[in-house]
């Protein structure tokens, strides 16, 4: 088998799988139970969101463990939009969100009375900050744009509008995160943003966890409500394993995080250049300097992205037609189209996301195979 879909989602590490099982079997107490056992638990929750802290800069007390990035995008998004709606309705996004940033906002348009600008990206995916700036309205609350884009990588100028935001106090910057989070540099205080979305499964943790940064004085309107776990921000009791493993997580895919990228860099680089070699008409969707290394997008029109993902599925190597989260979507890609790229091109789109564990032994195989499926392909087409 040839992984290349490590965007969306790894493989568990051991050492997490480790710690998640023993948590599980040893301290299963419940945190908020009165009792020594229970109090056992609760210490071991607090010194993982310490130890997580830590590692982002950041206090204690301004992370909340969740289910995921899905579930922190919606926190931040509509947790503002609630908590902030007697000082304005107006939020600003980008055209390229990930679903649960972008169907958020779309419900708060149409069935909250919430007022979204989208702003538009250029060739290579990118927002202005000066957009982020003339879009700005006496009633703008919220700012929220990812750092990498999960379909073709694309990184966005998070600092630079953080600057700008900085002389605006009271508009909020949510930062969707999932792709940078320890495989980028990214200082979240250095940004100035506000809140930030992470998620484990994509850096070798646990499905269905994540964490919200949450600035302190930042005020949100819970979505959940109940116990007063997490500070009253997330009621239920609390996945304590998923959370301690998260701590883990972080601290792995932090640990020669740079060396890990020029690995990437290196593996991106051969990747770009078998495939111009061997496929020539290759079309290449994602920013050389202003991308991810993690993410390659590429086109081969007028063949559709299921054809090829499905002709390399019959030799183990699996790829995405897009990100998983809209692979199912038979519409055209968002984000391509976005990119104002030509349309036999943004129908023909596919993703390939690598990771440090990824070897040019399999990336040149894999181009072997999609030479063999694209050239059959291109047979049956004409
Ligand atoms: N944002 C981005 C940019 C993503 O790539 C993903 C995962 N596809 C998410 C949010 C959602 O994360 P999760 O799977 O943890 O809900």
Known sequence: MIYLDYSATTPVHPEVLQTFNKVNEELFANPDSLHNFGGKVATLLQKAKEATAKLLHV???????TSGATEANNLAIRGIAFANRQRGNHIITTMIEHPSVYDTLKQLEQHFGFEVTYLPVDHLGQVRPEAVAAAIRSTTILVSVMAVNNEVGTIQPI??????????PKIYFHVDAVQAIGKLPLNIKQAQIDLLSCSAHKIYGLKGSGILYKRQGVNLLPL??????EEGYRAGTPNVAANVAFAKT????????????????????????????QLPDVVINSPLLEGSPYILNISFPPLRPEVIVHGLDA????????????SKDTKASRILTAMHLPDA??????????S??????QLAEFVN??????????????
């Open 345 to 354: 091109v943004v129908s023909s789109g596919v993703r390939i996301s690598l």
């Open 315 to 326: 030799k183990e190597i699996y790829i995405s037609t897009r990100s998983a989260c809209s």
């Open 369 to 382: 195979e999609l030479e063999t499926v694209v050239v059959q392909m291109r047979k049956v087409v004409k």
């Open 224 to 229: 959940q409500t109940g116990g007063s776990q």
């Open 159 to 168: 600092e630079a509008i953080g600057k700008i935001l900085g002389n605006y």
């Open 356 to 361: 440090h564990e990824t070897t040019q032994e």
């Open 250 to 277: 972080l601290r792995l895919a932090l640990d020669n995080q740079s060396q890990k990228l020029t690995k990437v860099q290196e593996l991106n680089k051969f990747l770009r250049l078998a495939l111009q070699e």
């Open 59 to 65: 206090q204690p007390q301004e992370l909340i463990f």
